[in-house]
């Protein structure tokens, strides 16, 4: 907005509440229109469509969010108590949470939260809420949740919950009512121009839409193993996909594309062990940056999603997941080695070596992916493979094959690390982290070995970002926010609870061992049912005892003996 201001722009459009925040805070001398904002009174644009700011006006879009749950119980009378991710962060969560229950009242059912702060908290959050007895999602709308919408989509399929969305922007629920983002862009096009010619903007009120938009997704439906009633198709606004069959199922009937098979109270914790499992090629890299290196590396957080956009969009180009995860690996080791190279050959600090080659993977991933989200709903992806390998998994859930699946790589590939690290090259890298002057001495070049065992870190960290895309179904540009802290707590957690026995065999065990707690500890704090708000701090509070028990326990023997 300061850039717009120092150009001598003459009329500010914005298309989002955040930049229209932004635009009433810096811009106060020139017009602005904007787009695209379920409620522009909380961000202080006004109190009414005709009482707001003198320089502001524009079309808001409340999507009917209250309404969808209406629809919902409509739909789906067996089902008494919904569910729905909320994101903190988002803006207006509570705006449009507070929208669900009034709808929830409205229908005379229940409505229950589960805190979703990033994309990998998705596939637990909605089994955390079916555990509390939730029979269907209502999912209200989420800039972070609607870019892994995907995995919103693959998790109810498994969990045998229905999905109706609250915006038609969500692809792949049966059922969507919201309003046109495209006609609100529209409306916002139409002020602007008036404005432009001159009409004053405070005389202008808010445009408020109103045309509710109903989408009925029949090829979604018999995914989900269901038929729309009649009369909700009757009144749709758009009905995608062709007439069902005249042998289509029931409501609540398994049809041939899901399984039929009834909650099984372990799966919650087998997508929390099937996540740690992926994630423990990140503790992995992250400790032979951290603790082998001694080198605080936070590439990181782009190489995790750097890996997840290579994987992601050359499966959806085609190309065998397999040789997609490699690409990936590829991908991350070259990320790895730059940041080794700014250090190595340039002097920058490790840790500006990595937050610049971090900050640089943000705009490397969107070329990469072409857009901020890619989706990997209904994908070729390596549970395929593993159904080709293993015929009797076609049966099991996802994540269980792709449990199985993970479980043999990260024990392949935690015996290789082991091995290379007792090698005399690993005993010469890791004597570069312990003792740098001592390595030179003996003749070996440590830029070499930081080089090397950077582009290693990395490799692993991307390879878990590709694992954990084709897990949770998609790839994001911001899904790497917080995985140097993941890893971290990973390999924390796992050196608290080593035994006696430090040898580097065991310590790698338990580093991944840390890495599946993690992810336990995540999944629990969701499994509670507390208030989405303090998932963070009940996470950060299992860490701590995690970390502090073992010292409690040794300190009462002290004190004993």
Not at 150 to 163: E, G, I
Not at 375 to 389: E, Q
Not at 438 to 465: C, P, Y
Request: net charge positive; charged share 15%; proline share 5%.
């Amino acid at each position: 907005m300061n850039d717009f201001i120092q150009q001598g722009v003459t009329h500010v459009a914005t298309i989002s509440s955040v930049a229209t925040q932004a635009a009433l805070k810096s811009v106060t001398d020139r017009p602005i229109v904007f787009g695209a904002v379920a409620n522009p009174y909380i961000i202080g644009a006004g109190t009414s469509p005709t009482a707001h700011r003198a320089n502001v006006t524009g079309a808001e879009i409340p999507l009917p969010v209250d309404s969808a749950v209406v629809l919902a119980h409509e739909a789906f009378p067996e089902i008494k108590v919904w569910g729905t991710l909320f994101d903190p962060a988002d803006p207006f969560a509570e705006f449009y949470l507070d929208e669900a229950k009034k709808g929830a009242a409205a229908a005379g059912v229940r409505l229950i939260t589960s805190a979703c702060t990033s994309p990998g908290d998705i596939g637990a959050g909605i089994q955390a809420l079916k555990a509390q007895g939730a029979g269907g999602i209502v999912q209200i709308p989420s800039v972070m949740i609607g870019g892994g919408f995907s995995a919103v989509v693959k998790s109810t399929r498994q969990a045998n919950l229905q999905l109706v969305a609250t915006t038609t922007s969500f692809q792949g629920a049966p059922l969507a009512l919201g309003m046109s983002f495209y006609t609100n862009g529209y409306e916002m096009g139409l002020i602007l121009m008036r404005v432009i010619h001159g009409e004053d903007p405070a005389k202008i009120p808010f445009h408020r839409g109103s045309r509710k938009l109903l989408v009925v997704n029949r090829d979604a439906a018999r995914q989900y193993g269901i038929t729309i009633p009649a009369s909700i198709v009757a009144r749709a606004d758009s009905i995608i996909g062709g007439k069902p069959s005249t042998d289509a199922p029931a409501i609540g009937a398994a049809a041939p594309l899901i399984n039929s098979r009834r909650g099984n109270p372990f799966e919650f914790w087998l997508v929390a062990l099937t996540q740690g499992l992926a994630y423990a090629a990140l503790a992995w890299g992250v400790y032979l940056a951290s603790r082998v290196l001694k080198f605080a590396d936070i590439t990181p957080d782009g190489t995790f999603p750097l890996g997840a956009a290579v994987a992601a969009s050359l499966i959806v180009w085609g190309m065998d997941p397999l040789l997609a995860t490699f690409a990936a690996i590829i991908a991350g080791m070259i990320a790895g080695y730059v940041t080794a190279l700014l250090h190595t050959r340039l002097g920058v600090k490790d840790l500006l070596a990595g937050i610049l080659v971090m900050t640089a993977l943000y705009s490397v991933n969107l070329h990469v992916m072409g857009r901020s989200n890619v989706s990997l709903l209904d994908i070729h992806t390596v549970v395929n493979d593993v159904h080709r390998v293993i015929p009797s998994s076609v049966s099991w859930p996802d994540d269980l094959s792709l449990g199985v699946l993970f479980l043999a790589v990260t024990a392949v590939l935690g015996g290789i690390i082991t091995w290379y690290l007792r090698t005399d090259f690993g005993m010469a890298m890791r004597a570069v982290g312990d003792n740098p002057a001592m390595i030179t001495a003996q003749g070996v070049d440590k830029r070499h070995m930081i080089e090397l065992g950077l582009a290693l870190a990395n490799g692993l960290v991307a390879f878990s970002g590709a694992l954990i895309a084709q897990q949770q179904g998609f790839a994001d540009v911001g899904m790497g926010v917080g995985t140097l802290v993941a890893g971290m707590a990973a390999v924390i957690m796992g050196e608290t609870l080593l035994f006696k026995q430090r040898g580097i065999g065991v310590t790698i065990i338990m580093v991944a061992v840390g890495a599946i707690l993690f992810r336990g500890m995540i999944s629990l704090a969701l499994r509670l049912g507390l208030n989405p708000i303090d998932l963070k701090l009940i996470t950060a509070a299992f860490v701590l005892a995690a970390l502090a028990l073992p010292r409690l326990r040794f300190g009462r023997r002290a004190v004993a003996a």
